[in-house]
C-alpha cells in the first residue's frame, strides 16, 4: 500500500515567520509532488509542484524535494493570517492514475 | 477560463434514495478523476474516466457506486440506495494529461456535500 504520510497538526506560526511543512512518502518511483492549500469547507487548490531534487520557489512558496529521502516540503515565508488553512501532500503513484494524498497539515498563522 | 464545474453543491438524500453528483471539467480536459473525503480525513481516490471510458475504478466501493463520462455531457457519480456512511464531500479533478507523468496537474472542483439523513 503506497502511503504519503503528513504531520497532522495544527501547526502554530506567528504573523511574519515561516512555515515548514513536511510530507513522507513511500514509493521510491514516484516522479512528481504536489501540495494543494484547502480551506475550510473548499476544495483543494494547487500550490506548487514540484518534479526535480532541490528547491523550486513560487513567491513566497518554496517546496524542497530529497527523492533519495522519499521528503518533499513547503515552506511559506512572512505567513500571513490569509494562510490559516489544511496543506495537502499529493504524489501520484508510479505506474497508476492515482494521487495519493496525506492527511494534511492544518496550519494556524497567529496575529 | 472556466473551471472544474460540480452540481450540486449541496445534496441532501434520505436513506435508500439514490444520487447523482455531476462533474464538467475545464475546456480542452479530457481526464476526469473523482475523490471522496470523509469529515476530518484526507481526500481518497475513487475512480479515474476518460471520454466513454472507465480507466481505473480500483478506489470506488464494487456495490452501489457507479461512474460514467460520456461522450457527450458532464461526468457523473452515482450512488445508489444511499446510507448514511456515503455522507461526504466528493470532488472532482481533471487533467489534460493523464497523472503519472511529469509535469500533469489536477485542478479541482467545489466539491460536492452530500448529506444523508
Known amino acids: 500500500q503506497k502511503e504519503v504520510e503528513q504531520n497532522s497538526g495544527p501547526l502554530s506560526v506567528p504573523e511574519g515567520a515561516i512555515a515548514s511543512l513536511n510530507c513522507t512518502y513511500s514509493?521510491?518511483?514516484?516522479?512528481?509532488f504536489f501540495w494543494y492549500r484547502q480551506y475550510s469547507g473548499k476544495s483543494p487548490e494547487l500550490i506548487m509542484s514540484?518534479?526535480?531534487?532541490g528547491d523550486k520557489e513560487d513567491g513566497r512558496f518554496t517546496a524542497q524535494l530529497n527523492k533519495a529521502s522519499q521528503y518533499v516540503s513547503l515552506l511559506i515565508r512572512d505567513s500571513q493570517p490569509s494562510d490559516s488553512a489544511t496543506y495537502l501532500c499529493?504524489?501520484?503513484?508510479?505506474?497508476?492514475?492515482?494521487?495519493?494524498f496525506g492527511t494534511g497539515t492544518r496550519l494556524k498563522v497567529l496575529a | 477560463n472556466a473551471g472544474v464545474m460540480q452540481n450540486p453543491r449541496h445534496l441532501v438524500r434520505r436513506r435508500g434514495q439514490e444520487a447523482r453528483l455531476r462533474c464538467s471539467p475545464m475546456?480542452?480536459?479530457?481526464?476526469v478523476y473523482w475523490y471522496r473525503q470523509l469529515p476530518e480525513e484526507g481526500l481518497k481516490f475513487m475512480v479515474y474516466?476518460?471520454?466513454?471510458?472507465?480507466?481505473?475504478e480500483s478506489g470506488m466501493p464494487k456495490e452501489r457506486f457507479s461512474a460514467e463520462f460520456p461522450k457527450e455531457g458532464p461526468s457523473i457519480l452515482r450512488i445508489q440506495q444511499v446510507v448514511r456512511g456515503d455522507s461526504a464531500a466528493y470532488f472532482c479533478?481533471?487533467?489534460?494529461?493523464?497523472?503519472?507523468?511529469?509535469?500533469?496537474?489536477?485542478?479541482f472542483g467545489p466539491g460536492t456535500r452530500l448529506t444523508v439523513l
Open positions: 479533478a481533471s487533467s489534460p494529461f493523464k497523472t503519472g507523468g511529469t509535469k500533469d496537474t489536477q485542478y
Open positions: 514509493d521510491r518511483g514516484s516522479q512528481s
Open positions: 514540484i518534479y526535480s531534487n
Open positions: 499529493a504524489v501520484p503513484t508510479s505506474g497508476t492514475y492515482k494521487y495519493i
Open positions: 475546456k480542452g480536459h479530457s481526464h
Open positions: 474516466l476518460q471520454k466513454e471510458n472507465i480507466i481505473d
